[in-house]
Protein backbone atom coordinates (compact mmCIF):
# COMPACT_ATOMS: atom_id res chain seq x y z
CA UNK A 1 0.00 0.00 0.00
CA UNK A 2 0.93 3.51 -0.92
CA UNK A 3 -0.20 6.19 0.68
CA UNK A 4 0.11 9.90 -0.38
CA UNK A 5 0.01 12.64 2.69
CA UNK A 6 -0.47 15.65 1.67
CA UNK A 7 1.01 19.20 3.72
CA UNK A 8 2.75 17.44 6.52
CA UNK A 9 4.74 21.06 6.52
CA UNK A 10 3.13 24.00 5.61
CA UNK A 11 5.34 25.79 2.92
CA UNK A 12 6.98 28.15 5.12
CA UNK A 13 8.23 25.77 7.81
CA UNK A 14 9.81 24.06 4.28
CA UNK A 15 11.40 27.29 3.44
CA UNK A 16 12.88 27.60 6.56
CA UNK A 17 14.53 23.57 6.26
CA UNK A 18 15.66 24.61 3.08
CA UNK A 19 17.81 28.06 4.08
CA UNK A 20 19.18 25.83 7.28
CA UNK A 21 19.92 23.29 4.77
CA UNK A 22 21.62 24.91 2.57
CA UNK A 23 24.18 26.43 4.73
CA UNK A 24 25.37 23.13 6.49
CA UNK A 25 27.81 20.86 5.51
CA UNK A 26 26.56 17.98 3.56
CA UNK A 27 28.39 14.16 2.89
CA UNK A 28 28.10 11.28 1.23
CA UNK A 29 24.97 9.27 1.29
CA UNK A 30 26.67 6.43 1.38
CA UNK A 31 27.40 6.38 5.30
CA UNK A 32 24.00 5.06 6.00
CA UNK A 33 23.44 2.23 3.14
CA UNK A 34 23.95 -1.32 3.70
CA UNK A 35 26.07 -3.09 1.39
CA UNK A 36 24.20 -3.44 -1.41
CA UNK A 37 22.81 0.26 -1.78
CA UNK A 38 26.19 1.51 -1.15
CA UNK A 39 26.81 0.26 -4.65
CA UNK A 40 23.74 1.83 -6.55
CA UNK A 41 23.27 5.07 -3.89
CA UNK A 42 24.81 8.54 -5.74
CA UNK A 43 23.59 11.29 -3.10
CA UNK A 44 24.49 13.84 -0.27
CA UNK A 45 23.11 13.68 3.13
CA UNK A 46 23.16 15.90 5.92
CA UNK A 47 25.23 14.04 8.74
CA UNK A 48 22.91 11.93 10.65
CA UNK A 49 23.93 12.66 14.16
CA UNK A 50 24.49 16.17 13.48
CA UNK A 51 22.62 18.81 15.75
CA UNK A 52 21.02 20.21 12.54
CA UNK A 53 19.46 16.62 11.24
CA UNK A 54 17.86 15.81 14.82
CA UNK A 55 16.57 18.95 15.28
CA UNK A 56 14.55 19.24 12.03
CA UNK A 57 14.22 15.40 12.17
CA UNK A 58 11.85 16.48 15.64
CA UNK A 59 10.26 18.54 13.80
CA UNK A 60 8.92 16.34 10.93
CA UNK A 61 8.12 13.45 13.82
CA UNK A 62 5.89 15.65 15.80
CA UNK A 63 3.91 16.88 12.46
CA UNK A 64 3.51 13.84 11.16
CA UNK A 65 2.34 12.48 14.63
CA UNK A 66 -0.07 14.57 15.26
CA UNK A 67 -1.44 14.25 11.11
CA UNK A 68 -4.57 12.00 11.35
CA UNK A 69 -3.67 10.27 7.94
CA UNK A 70 -0.42 9.20 8.91
CA UNK A 71 -1.62 7.87 12.20
CA UNK A 72 -4.20 5.68 10.31
CA UNK A 73 -2.04 4.65 7.70
CA UNK A 74 1.05 3.47 9.56
CA UNK A 75 0.16 2.88 13.34
CA UNK A 76 3.44 3.86 14.07
CA UNK A 77 4.74 2.52 17.37
CA UNK A 78 8.76 3.53 16.66
CA UNK A 79 9.89 5.73 13.85
CA UNK A 80 13.59 6.64 13.04
CA UNK A 81 15.35 9.90 13.52
CA UNK A 82 14.62 11.13 10.03
CA UNK A 83 17.50 11.60 7.60
CA UNK A 84 17.49 14.37 5.05
CA UNK A 85 19.73 13.58 1.41
CA UNK A 86 20.24 15.93 -1.81
CA UNK A 87 20.39 14.63 -5.80
CA UNK A 88 21.66 17.21 -7.32
CA UNK A 89 22.12 16.74 -11.33
CA UNK A 90 25.54 18.62 -11.47
CA UNK A 91 27.01 15.21 -9.67
CA UNK A 92 24.35 12.93 -11.83
CA UNK A 93 22.82 11.74 -8.58
CA UNK A 94 20.84 8.89 -8.20
CA UNK A 95 19.50 5.90 -6.14
CA UNK A 96 19.51 2.44 -8.04
CA UNK A 97 17.06 -0.43 -7.71
CA UNK A 98 17.41 -1.65 -3.60
CA UNK A 99 15.47 -2.80 -0.54
CA UNK A 100 16.27 -0.95 2.40
CA UNK A 101 17.56 -2.61 5.70
CA UNK A 102 15.11 -4.83 7.81
CA UNK A 103 16.42 -3.15 10.84
CA UNK A 104 18.21 0.33 11.50
CA UNK A 105 19.95 0.95 14.92
CA UNK A 106 20.16 4.78 16.05
CA UNK A 107 23.29 4.86 17.81
CA UNK A 108 22.85 7.92 19.45
CA UNK A 109 19.67 7.53 20.98
CA UNK A 110 19.68 3.05 21.54
CA UNK A 111 16.37 2.92 18.89
CA UNK A 112 16.02 -0.31 17.09
CA UNK A 113 13.29 -0.45 15.00
CA UNK A 114 12.01 -2.95 12.62
CA UNK A 115 11.72 -1.20 9.00
CA UNK A 116 7.86 -1.77 8.20
CA UNK A 117 7.06 1.27 6.48
CA UNK A 118 9.86 4.16 4.52
CA UNK A 119 8.79 7.53 4.56
CA UNK A 120 9.99 10.42 1.74
CA UNK A 121 9.09 13.86 2.72
CA UNK A 122 9.34 15.96 -0.21
CA UNK A 123 11.33 19.54 0.80
CA UNK A 124 11.74 20.68 -3.32
CA UNK A 125 9.07 21.80 -5.36
CA UNK A 126 8.14 19.16 -8.48
CA UNK A 127 9.44 22.63 -10.68
CA UNK A 128 12.65 22.57 -9.19
CA UNK A 129 14.28 19.57 -10.44
CA UNK A 130 14.29 17.31 -13.69
CA UNK A 131 14.06 13.43 -12.98
CA UNK A 132 14.44 12.28 -8.88
CA UNK A 133 11.29 10.28 -9.31
CA UNK A 134 11.03 7.83 -6.45
CA UNK A 135 9.69 4.81 -8.46
CA UNK A 136 8.17 1.91 -6.01
CA UNK A 137 7.25 -1.46 -7.67
CA UNK A 138 4.78 -3.89 -5.98
CA UNK A 139 3.11 -6.63 -6.81
CA UNK A 140 0.88 -4.18 -8.71
CA UNK A 141 3.24 -2.63 -10.97
CA UNK A 142 5.70 0.35 -10.46
CA UNK A 143 4.39 3.74 -9.58
CA UNK A 144 6.37 7.13 -9.90
CA UNK A 145 5.97 9.24 -7.25
CA UNK A 146 6.70 12.91 -6.88
CA UNK A 147 5.27 15.70 -4.34
CA UNK A 148 4.52 19.01 -3.91
CA UNK A 149 7.44 20.38 -0.75
CA UNK A 150 5.90 19.68 2.14
CA UNK A 151 3.56 16.57 1.19
CA UNK A 152 4.91 12.76 2.18
CA UNK A 153 4.86 9.21 0.74
CA UNK A 154 4.57 6.23 2.84
CA UNK A 155 5.89 2.60 1.20
CA UNK A 156 6.11 -0.80 2.32
CA UNK A 157 10.05 -1.42 3.26
CA UNK A 158 9.77 -4.59 1.61
CA UNK A 159 9.73 -3.16 -1.32
CA UNK A 160 12.17 -2.36 -4.59
CA UNK A 161 12.44 1.02 -4.77
CA UNK A 162 14.61 3.41 -6.93
CA UNK A 163 15.27 7.43 -7.09
CA UNK A 164 15.64 8.35 -10.47
CA UNK A 165 18.93 10.29 -12.09
CA UNK A 166 18.16 14.28 -11.47
CA UNK A 167 19.00 16.12 -14.57
CA UNK A 168 18.44 19.21 -13.72
CA UNK A 169 17.88 21.31 -10.59
CA UNK A 170 18.45 19.73 -7.03
CA UNK A 171 15.65 17.38 -5.25
CA UNK A 172 16.06 17.42 -1.38
CA UNK A 173 13.72 15.25 0.75
CA UNK A 174 13.45 13.62 4.38
CA UNK A 175 13.63 9.93 4.50
CA UNK A 176 13.64 7.79 7.01
CA UNK A 177 11.28 4.60 8.30
CA UNK A 178 8.97 3.27 11.01
CA UNK A 179 7.99 0.02 13.25
CA UNK A 180 3.78 -0.03 12.90
CA UNK A 181 2.11 -1.56 15.88
CA UNK A 182 0.79 -4.04 12.98
CA UNK A 183 3.57 -5.81 11.51
CA UNK A 184 1.88 -7.94 9.09
CA UNK A 185 1.01 -5.31 5.73
CA UNK A 186 -2.46 -6.69 5.10
CA UNK A 187 -3.90 -6.33 8.43
CA UNK A 188 -2.60 -2.83 8.43
CA UNK A 189 -4.10 -2.12 4.93
CA UNK A 190 -7.89 -3.62 6.19
CA UNK A 191 -7.32 -1.41 9.64
CA UNK A 192 -6.79 1.62 7.64
CA UNK A 193 -9.61 1.28 4.97
CA UNK A 194 -12.05 0.70 8.11
CA UNK A 195 -10.97 3.79 9.65
CA UNK A 196 -11.18 5.83 6.44
CA UNK A 197 -14.75 4.41 5.74
CA UNK A 198 -16.01 5.10 9.90
CA UNK A 199 -14.57 8.79 9.15
CA UNK A 200 -16.63 9.14 6.32
CA UNK A 201 -19.34 7.51 8.26
CA UNK A 202 -19.30 10.52 10.89
CA UNK A 203 -19.16 12.64 8.61
CA UNK A 204 -22.49 12.03 7.63
CA UNK A 205 -24.18 10.50 10.18
CA UNK A 206 -22.36 11.66 13.56
CA UNK A 207 -20.10 10.58 16.06
CA UNK A 208 -23.33 9.11 17.86
CA UNK A 209 -24.72 6.62 15.32
CA UNK A 210 -25.42 3.29 16.88
CA UNK A 211 -23.72 1.55 13.63
CA UNK A 212 -20.92 3.82 13.66
CA UNK A 213 -20.07 3.38 17.29
CA UNK A 214 -20.09 -0.18 16.75
CA UNK A 215 -17.70 0.25 13.80
CA UNK A 216 -15.06 2.02 15.88
CA UNK A 217 -15.53 -0.83 18.30
CA UNK A 218 -14.74 -3.35 15.86
CA UNK A 219 -11.62 -0.81 14.54
CA UNK A 220 -10.31 -0.36 17.86
CA UNK A 221 -10.79 -4.42 18.82
CA UNK A 222 -9.15 -5.51 15.47
CA UNK A 223 -6.09 -3.00 16.85
CA UNK A 224 -6.30 -4.57 20.40
CA UNK A 225 -6.21 -8.43 18.30
CA UNK A 226 -3.36 -7.68 16.15
CA UNK A 227 -1.00 -4.70 17.39
CA UNK A 228 2.39 -5.33 19.07
CA UNK A 229 3.69 -2.67 21.65
NI1 LIG B 1 15.72 3.13 0.07
Redesign the pocket.
Known amino acids: MLVCIPEVLPKSEVAEFRRLMDAAEWEDGRSTAGAQ ?1 AMV ?1 RNEQLPPDGELSRALGRRIVSALTSNPKFVSAAVPLQIFPPLFNRYAASSGHH ?1 GI ?3 NAVRGDHLTGLRIRTDL ?1 ITLFLAEPDEYDGGELVIEDTYGSHEVKLPAGDAVLYP ?1 TSL ?3 TPVTRGARVAS ?1 FWLQSMIRDAQARSMIYDLDTAIQALVERLGRDDPETVKLTGIYHNLIRYWAEV
Do not use: Q, R
Request: proline share 0%.
Open positions: SKFHVDSSHMVF
